[in-house]
């Protein structure tokens, strides 16, 4: 897929758990993990915006695009 999530780096500079930033967040552990794993099909706005405002970062932070080969 030509979106990438990079949710797992933003984690790590931030230094936060899974299990912190999806209580902060409001979404379930495996709804994250969905996320930060790339296997999601969609996010939410309303996800977007508290994923960027618990990890103080900008969407392009998390999303990222690579065409495909």
Same mark, same amino acid.
Request: charged fraction near 30%; aromatic fraction near 2%; include cysteine.
């Given at each position: ?10 984690? !790590?500079? =931030? ?5 912190? /930033? ?6 379930? %552990? $495996?709804? @994250? ?8 099909? !969609?996010? =939410? ?5 508290? /994923? ?6 900008? %969407? $392009?932070? @998390? ?7």
């Amino acid at each position: 897929m030509p979106i990438v999530v990079n949710l797992d780096v933003m984690m !790590a500079r =931030r230094k936060i758990s899974a299990g912190e /930033l999806a209580e902060r967040v409001g979404i379930t %552990p $495996a709804n @994250l993990s969905i996320l930060k794993n790339n296997k999601a099909r !969609a996010v =939410r706005f309303s996800t977007l915006e508290a /994923l960027c405002r618990e990890l103080k970062c900008q %969407p $392009a932070d @998390l999303l990222e695009y690579r065409e495909e080969e």
